[in-house]
């Protein structure tokens, strides 16, 4: 993926067990939410594939995705994560989203 002039950000996360279900959940209806509304943010949405929960979303710029991060219900789920998951994300510069397809991959390669 090309640098670009705006933001991706990208996680993947694993429940540690199945029972934290309804935690996450919680957690991330309320986290997606927020992202969808959230000032700089252009879009965000979620998938499961192959066992891993991933979100990816695009922002006007590093700065707005780092406003959000912990704030409101996002900063909830980040301080509560290591309760109930473990997981990558990733974040770069780049003109739009990658296809899901690439997204395990572009985690893979990118992701801390």
């Known amino acids: 993926m090309d640098e670009g002039s705006r933001y991706v950000s990208i996680t993947g996360l694993r429940l540690n067990h199945w029972r934290h279900w309804p935690r996450f959940a919680w957690h991330a209806s309320r986290s997606m939410k ?49 309760n109930f998951a473990t997981g990558l994300t990733a974040g770069f510069a780049a003109d739009a989203a990658p296809a899901w397809d690439e997204v395990p991959g572009v985690l893979k390669e990118r992701g801390s």
């Open 34 to 82: 927020q992202a969808r509304a959230a000032e700089g943010c252009l879009s965000a949405e979620a998938r499961s594939i192959g066992g891993m929960f991933y979100t990816v979303s695009l922002w006007q710029n590093e700065r707005a995705m780092r406003r959000f991060l912990y704030q409101g219900a996002h900063g909830k789920a980040a301080r509560d994560f290591d």
